[in-house]
């Protein structure tokens, strides 16, 4: 139960609520307890009248009359009281999943990188779905549960014991050993239950990925190897599930044969102790019967209830394992830090901790506010790790990152993030409409900004020959954009933001150089007072720059304008003439 004690303060946020469940949980119970005595006392009215001699019927009637309505009315309010406790307990248990959901995603969300690349977005989901809602059940059906099963057991256990000792001895006998059954049998349905959960989601991401990469299997014409290999596995998830379809068809037959030998017990122990006239009426023959029915539930809930604990300490002991891990990148500055855009590198060095790849090796440069920065070298050279440490994705090793002066770590995060424009290598894109994803980089922006932000990102012609226009639905189930479509849309994201700093990161890798010269032309324009960064593989993006660095195995080999660049043999001059001689002599 030390896991489940992260609940405690979700239990102290709702008391109130709770407490007020508790006792309406305790009356319902109690007003479901008038109806055995007075079953007992109308057979006991009956007898009377049986062997009275001219005895009233009217009388008999009367008081026959007297007790149904006792009984239906506490059935009543039985019934009223019973509404009110699901009402109370199992929305403070909704109240509780909705918390702890809301508290696991916030979480996810400060978490590092580093985090998401080690874990599978599967189990991320399914710590906040499942484990989630087996946690709840720990909060509502286990508390709902356990207090009916209490008071019941707290009044009925006496009472019985109270009016016929001898006959509750021998009732409540089998129902331990019900308990313990249905426990066991709970725990092995949770075991296979569990096989086929995971048997399932694996199916599943079978599925997905089948679906998703639907164009490769049709172009290697796999579409054959591809349905055998998913029937194997509906084959195993077949044989899986009737595992647990076996030991679920046990459940009711044995709870019904319990019930059924525990009645036998009743009776046939009341009806010889009725008979050695040990009790006076046959009244409480039937009064037992329905104390035993009354305390069948309860106590094959107690095994279950076992199980179900058992269960939510095991999801909420992984869903701490995630709340545990403490955010790497921390924002210590709680007031606002205003940022021009002079940034400074000083001897940073970065290694990825997750690969062991340092990425950069004493890396130093200064761009003052307004300055553009080209960033060019081979693949893996470590330019994207520039533009990621600007951005705080990282900490550094070593050295120092300052803008406007202020190391990072002193500014605050969310200053710092808002004041970055970042398109990324491969843009993402949400299924949502093209006006909402440009929107996402300002959230109240008018359609004639978003207009003005896909036009200087040369997109605004692709979207308006779409059907639909700015609202053309992207994704799985809308249109597919080309990758320099996409590119666009995502220098549009950050365009409209107008953020002071701006990365660009390989963002125009997939657009034609003449595309690629229009925007450089409207960035220049829309981002002449802003600091800008570019990462690139041609020269034509950075040939305007103020300053360009190459990056060679995370080192810093050669660093000045386009002019001098050129005239120094190296890494650029050889660039530039191979690509100047591709547009030249275009294949
Ligand atoms: N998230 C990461 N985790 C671990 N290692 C990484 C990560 N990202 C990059 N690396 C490694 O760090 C090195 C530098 O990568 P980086 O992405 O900065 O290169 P790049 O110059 O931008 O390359 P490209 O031009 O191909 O985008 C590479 O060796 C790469 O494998």
Redesign the pocket.
Known sequence: MKELQHLNKYFKKYWLRLFAGIIITIVARVFSLVMPPYVNKSVREVEAFLKTEGASVDALGGVLIENILIILGAALFSGFFTFLMRQTIINVSRYIEFDLKNEIFQHYQKLH??FY?KNRTGDLMNRISEDVSQVRMYAGPVIMYGITTFTLFACVIPIMFYKAPTIAAYTLLPLPILSVLIYRISKIIHKRSTVVQEFLSGLSTFAQETFSGVNVIKAYGLERTTAEQMQELAHEGRDKSMDLVKVNAWFHPMMTLLIGVSNLLVIFIGGQQYISGKIDSLGIILEFIIYVNMLTWPVAIVGWLTSVIQRAEASQKRINEFLNVAPEIENSIETDTPITGTIEFKNVSFT?P??G?Q?LKNVSFTIKAGETLAIL?????????ILDLIARLYDVDSGEILIDGTPLPSLNLNSLRNSLGAVP?DAFLFSDTIANNIKFGKEDASSAEIETAAKNAAVHENIIGFKQGYETILGERGLTLSGGQKQRVSIARALIKDPNIFLF??CLSAVDTETEEKILGNLQEASSSKTSLI?S?RVSSARTADQIII?QD?EIAQNGPHELLLSENGYYKELYHTQLTDKENPQ
């Not at 070298?377 to 790790?385: D, L, N, Q, V």
Request: glycine share 16%.
């Open positions: 990188l580093a690349k990825y997750d690969t790849i990425a070298g081979k693949t893996g050279a470590g330019k994207s790790t290598q990161d390989d990462v593989h990056l995370g």
